[in-house]
């Protein structure tokens, strides 16, 4: 990789801001994760339990095969997870409407009330670093990890996120 000075052209980065930008993301995530982590654990849950319970809360009425497409793991750990929000009553699940062999995913009043929880710890996290950052840097914020999607899902994903 070429050693180019990157402070007035970001698309030439050295390996050492690259191996940065990494350790960043690896810190970043340990925090943003932090304050859920110890909610959850008085559920005696986990970040797989936070995944579903988000994913869920924000596409109310999604199949289990569009939350598997998402989270990209296996039935078997899906069912795991899924059967233990269930059973204490996070969150339920119906028929489908058109296809009876659907199964539709929603947060229960409980499951609602530890969405909001959680979520709350990590958006007053992201409020207050888009706040330091400015706008021009929560673009750019924005644009870096969409960027890190792969490309076959990215558009598909963006307009999930846009859209809801």
């Not at 339920?92 to 710890?121: A, P």
Request: hydrophobic letters at 40%; proline letters at 1%; aromatic letters at 8%.
């Amino acid at each position: 990789m070429a050693d180019v000075k990157s402070a007035n052209n970001p698309l030439f980065l050295r390996e050492e801001e690259l191996r940065q930008a990494i350790e960043l993301l690896f810190f970043a995530y340990r925090d943003f994760t932090a304050g859920p982590d110890e909610i959850l654990k008085e559920y005696k849950f986990g970040r797989a339990h936070h995944r579903v319970i988000h994913f869920v809360g924000r596409n109310e009425g999604m199949t289990v095969s569009e939350l598997l497409d998402i989270l990209r793991i296996t039935k078997q750990s899906l069912n795991r997870v899924l059967s233990t929000l269930i059973d204490r009553g996070f969150i339920e699940q119906q028929t489908g409407l058109e296809d009876r062999r659907q199964r539709c995913l929603y947060l229960t009043e409980e499951g609602r009330k530890l969405e909001q929880k959680v979520s709350r710890v990590q958006r007053e996290l992201v409020a207050k670093a888009f706040r330091e950052a400015g706008g021009d840097a929560v673009a750019g914020y924005r644009k870096v990890l969409a960027g890190l999607i792969d490309d076959a899902s990215r558009d598909r994903i963006l307009g999930r996120i846009q859209n809801s």
